[in-house]
């Protein structure tokens, strides 16, 4: 009896144990599934819409950057407003769907200059310096609370309120010097400035987002790539009141070099100036560059490439894509040109805009070339005409238009017959009648299986299919349709 008795609570315990155990093993397995996720609220965040959780989101990222890296977590259900923090290696940004950062509308907490010892253009909200394998995702929303920032609205545009020496409007998200950079997967918007600027940043991918701009805000670009390399942007829609995506090699971040190897593809667009850009910045060298699979759409210019100073731009290939564009206010820079390739010296030192984008100690800056540029598949429904202009024809060559059709057709009330040279040593709003390719100073113009067509409202200075002056070696082949009116105007006319 004693041995059975014995035997039974033997197994008892022994049952016991391997439940014990088998538990223990869920209980691992639970924290081994949850480890390395920091949730914003364990360190303080509250998403109530009115506390500042600047110091909590970045107690979670240190947190998470302490024990070798992992997923700094913002639950759903909640705003979480926040002042500057910054990001740090091996750390996933992770916004759930449900969950919003919104920028701190309290200009006074913004001090960090988002470019240097430039503190006139703007200052740092999320940022981060010289890191590597940096993530940022999630179906949630970033929200720079741009508006707050704004002075009196306007018919197009806010009001810039004014500033002494630090502008205090925040950039979204400004990364220096990284490596292996991820955003993807989420919605960012309302920047008071530049919204996600990449500067001297390698390998990096950007797919997958919903950027959204009040299209109203000035300098609201959406994604600035400067001196970075080895990036790719896929399958975005991006709303802004400046450049949607911008290539550019900024003076204040030259030690980085040149701006190459970019893809983009995939994406939709809209622009109150340029869709996709090249410039103007560009104190070295932007090349090896492919944009494919576009679609544009109620833009000011829709592909452009404004070189401005000594850098050069090379290599270039634009293709399947589909342009609408119309006028807007000179508040804007641009007139409705689908494609547009200029190369201009920017103003001396005694003007606003050299600035630090003069070479230091020098009063007159110089531009660089463009060249082997290619338009392949460009579909351009427009007020105006393609504009390829330059100061001497040697600063623009080897130019490719290949089944390029511009449709145009006056469909706005603002004035038109004006090509944009801004920013620029010359005169900036030049009159000139609108032709389909108007081409000023530049070599080696090869325009082939390209057409022109000629909406129903055609004022007096809609007039040639192809206007040149100063061109060398233009070629033309299999050029279909005529001039807007062919009882006063030739299809191709050289001046």
């Not at 538990?23 to 639970?30: D, E, M």
């Not at 001396?348 to 290619?374: C, H, M, S, Y």
């Amino acid at each position: 009896m004693r041995l059975k008795t014995l035997f039974i609570s033997t197994s008892i315990v022994l049952l016991s144990f391997i439940a014990r155990g088998q538990q223990a093993k869920k209980n691992v397995g639970h924290f081994q599934s949850t480890a390395g996720i920091y949730n914003i609220k364990q360190y303080g965040a509250v998403g109530d819409g009115k506390s500042n959780n600047a110091k909590a989101i970045q107690r979670a990222i240190d947190a998470c950057s302490a024990a070798g890296g992992g997923r700094v977590y913002v639950p759903a259900g909640g705003t979480f407003i926040s002042g500057p923090f910054k990001l740090k290696s091996f750390v996933e940004l992770y916004v759930e769907t449900g969950a919003r950062i919104l920028a701190s509308g309290d200009e006074k907490l913004y001090t960090e200059s988002a470019f240097r010892e430039n503190k006139g253009e703007g200052t740092i909200w999320i940022g981060g310096e010289n890191l590597e394998q940096v993530t940022i995702s999630g179906g949630g929303i970033i929200d720079g609370n741009g508006i707050a920032f704004m002075g009196k609205e306007l018919d197009d545009s806010y009001e810039l309120k004014p500033f002494n020496i630090v502008d205090p409007r925040p950039h979204l998200l400004t990364l220096v010097g990284c490596k292996n950079v991820s955003i993807r997967d989420l919605t960012i918007r309302n920047s008071a400035y530049w919204t996600v600027h990449l500067a001297g940043c390698n390998d990096v991918a950007i797919t997958d987002i919903t950027l959204l701009n009040s299209i109203k805000v000035r300098n609201s670009d959406g994604i600035d790539i400067d001196h970075s390399k080895n990036v790719r942007i896929a399958n975005c829609y991006i709303e802004s009141g400046d450049d949607c995506i911008c290539l550019k090699n900024r003076r204040e971040y030259q030690e980085f070099g040149a701006c190459e190897n970019i893809t983009v593809s995939n994406c939709t667009m809209t622009s109150s100036s340029c869709a996709i850009k090249i410039g103007s910045e560009n104190m070295d060298r932007i090349s090896h560059v492919v944009i494919n699979n576009c679609i544009i759409k109620n833009s000011n210019r829709g592909l452009g490439i404004q070189n401005r100073d000594e850098g050069t731009v090379s290599d270039v290939v634009f293709s399947n894509i589909i342009v609408d564009a119309h006028l807007f206010s000179d508040v804007w820079w641009g007139k409705a040109e689908p494609i547009y390739i200029t190369a201009y010296r920017r103003a001396t030192a005694n003007n606003k805009d050299a600035g630090w984008r003069l070479p230091k100690g020098e009063k007159q800056g110089r531009v660089g070339a463009v060249t082997n540029i290619f338009f392949s598949n460009i579909k351009c429904n427009s007020e105006n005409g393609i504009y390829v202009s330059a100061e001497t024809a040697d600063k623009i060559s080897n130019i490719y238009f290949d089944q390029v059709d511009v449709n145009i057709n006056k469909t706005t009330a603002q004035p038109g017959g004006v090509y944009d040279r801004r920013p620029g040593n010359v005169e900036g709003l030049v009159k000139g009648r609108t032709s389909a390719f108007y081409l000023d100073q530049a070599t080696g113009i090869n325009i082939r299986n390209c057409s022109v067509n000629w909406g129903a409202n055609r004022p007096g200075y809609f007039a040639h299919g192809v206007e040149s002056h100063n061109v060398s070696a233009l070629t033309i082949n299999n050029l279909a349709g005529q001039s807007a009116d062919p009882q006063k105007w030739e299809t191709v006319k050289a001046y």
